[in-house]
């Protein structure tokens, strides 16, 4: 069966958010008076769950062993705060993007956004750079379910009005792999994200995209 639609991860997959992840895990770092940290180790934590992401960041900075239980909560609501107030600061979607919805959407192929990110960001950012390309965006709220599960993806299904079969993943991590597999869509792995191809082979894509503009071949199939 063709896909009749392309669903999207949104961090690491359409919009490369970790200059902005970056900039304010060291703002805050530093407010605090702890060492900075490299964007390789950004992108490492870019891997963990929220609930890693800052006991992690607080080793990395230098921060005394002592201390990182108890600067955490305060180092992770600043960070958060700082955030919020300009969530799309260098935020850029990656090259080729733009053109792929465009050239997807003029072959009648519906996008859309599937994100752990926070829904009201997610549509913001949705907004602000995809105006116009996607016929959803689905991000985490109090009563959703998170990817991997495979009941993060009903409500795609639900607006898209297609099928799990129908549906060609696009995302950067193993989550992404999982969340294909699991709700029974194929999975396309992007190879410019957040987790290299060698940690996205072992979940089995149907697609290895080297670029965005390679989706285009494969939906004319």
Known sequence: MPYRACVWDMDGTLLNTLPTILYYCNQSLAHFGLHSIA???????????ISHFYHRLHRLSGCPEQDVERLQP??????????????????????????????????????????????????????QFFGGL???????TPQTISKPDPRSMDRVLDTLHVQCSEILYVGDTDIDM??????????????????????????????????PGDLIEIFRR
């Open 74 to 127: 305060a180092i992770r609501d600043y960070d958060c705060a700082s955030y919020l107030k300009d969530f799309s600061h260098l935020t850029e979607p990656y090259e080729g993007i733009r053109e792929t919805l465009e050239a997807l959407r003029d072959m009648g192929i519906k996008n859309a956004v599937l994100t752990n990110k926070p829904d009201a960001l997610a549509h913001s950012l949705t907004r």
């Open 134 to 140: 996607m016929e959803a965006c689905i991000g985490q």
């Open 178 to 211: 999982q969340t294909a597999h699991n709700s029974g869509a194929a999975a396309a792995a992007a190879c410019w994200g957040y987790q290299s191809i060698e940690q996205l082979m072992p979940y089995s894509p149907e697609h290895v995209i080297h670029a």
């Open 39 to 49: 964007m390789e180790d950004c992108r490492d934590l870019c891997r963990l769950p």
